[in-house]
């Protein structure tokens, strides 16, 4: 079930909903596995998703742990936290370090970056 028919909504002309199964990186935790959580570049909290293990390994790196979720699922998961953006494959970046001496130049089009939190 997608968020459209979970909630009632329609999607808007052209937009993809996510379809099937979502891998979605998470951290261990005292009580198990627990989702982690992204800041966007305007500092909102976010819940991230890959359609494939491949895109996750790509982004986060082959070490990141994830577990398989569903859309409605992910998106029950991290309502009560008040989480209610949820972004599909995209694109982190992190600060540059200290010592660059150039700035590293963001495009403004295409999947907007995120921001890991800290842990």
Known sequence: ???AALYGE???PGEQL???RLCV????GSGGCVTR???TPVGG????AFTGPARLR???GAAQPWIVLAEPALRALVEPLGVRELRIDPVL???APASSAAPVAVPLSGPRPLAVLAK
Do not use: H, K, N, Y
């Open 18 to 20: 996510p379809a099937g």
């Open 25 to 28: 990186p998470v951290r261990p």
């Open 58 to 60: 790509a982004v986060l």
């Open 37 to 39: 959580l992204f800041r």
């Open 93 to 95: 970046t992190a600060p």
């Open 1 to 3: 079930m997608s968020s």
């Open 45 to 48: 909290r976010t819940a991230v």
């Open 10 to 12: 329609e999607p808007e």
